[in-house]
């Protein structure tokens, strides 16, 4: 879900009820009068539906409530099996997946959907054009970007996750390029033991979000 701001023309004096925030797991909100609003607009494909009673109202002088949860990106990625796999392990452990485009296949890549099983569908998956477009959302939410590098200097269990971190695996072949490197707030790396390069990305990813989500306590209940 996206929330996209949409001015309504009610009266600043109009009565506030307490709002039932639908299908979200979100607190309801109450307050006594309505200063200039601003609707939250519940994004569907290309429409956005501003909702005044049925979604959540984002006032100026008030924060929405809705938590932000960690999130796994994938940069360009271009193994149909690997992308599978990582949607099985993010549908599982509830972490959206934000997937930067171009990829090395196709979406209905039967290889994808065999990785995935069933669990695809149910997987949270936000594609982008470009990483421009993906880093303007990370910076507008205020996430950090964590990228895994067999070269980065930082070990994985000496990093402190944040609940909200973005946890950036770069392409099978070329990991990602230096403009992109130099954006990320930490570089993490997965210790392993002398002689061995790499791990497989969705195995370096469940290590990683396992790590992190141990640390902030995200896991499914």
């Known amino acids: ?10 009266s600043h004096r ?7 925030i639908k299908g979200f797991g979100l607190s309801a909100m109450a307050a006594p009068t309505f200063p200039p ?45 690997n992308v599978g ?28 959907k065999r990785a995935a099983m069933d669990y695809g569908a149910a997987a949270d998956v936000t594609r982008h054009a470009n990483f421009e477009t993906f880093d303007a959302v990370r910076r507008a939410e205020g996430r950090r970007l964590l990228l895994m590098s067999a070269h980065a200097s930082q070990r994985l269990p000496d990093v ?15 990991g990602v390029p230096d403009s992109v490197r130099d954006l990320a707030d930490i570089r993490v790396r997965i210790p392993m033991a002398p002689g061995f390069r790499s791990l ?22």
């Open 14 to 20: 109009m009565p506030l009820p307490t709002l039932i």
């Open 160 to 174: 402190a996750f944040h609940r909200d971190d973005v946890l950036l695996m770069g392409s099978e072949s070329a």
């Open 200 to 221: 497989n990305i969705a195995v370096s990813t469940g290590i990683a979000v396992a790590e992190a989500l141990r640390q902030t306590e995200g896991f499914p209940a």
């Open 1 to 10: 879900m996206h929330l996209y701001p949409c001015k309504t023309s009610l």
């Open 37 to 81: 609003v601003w609707f939250a607009g519940l994004i569907t494909g290309k429409r956005a539906l501003c909702q005044p009673l049925s979604y959540l109202v984002c006032y100026k002088s008030l924060r929405c409530s809705m938590p932000l949860a960690m999130r796994i990106a994938l940069y360009q990625p271009e193994i149909a099996g």
């Open 85 to 112: 796999a990582i949607l099985r392990l993010a549908a599982c452990l509830a972490v959206p997946v934000d997937i930067i485009m171009p990829t090395g296949f196709a979406f209905s890549d039967a290889r994808l």
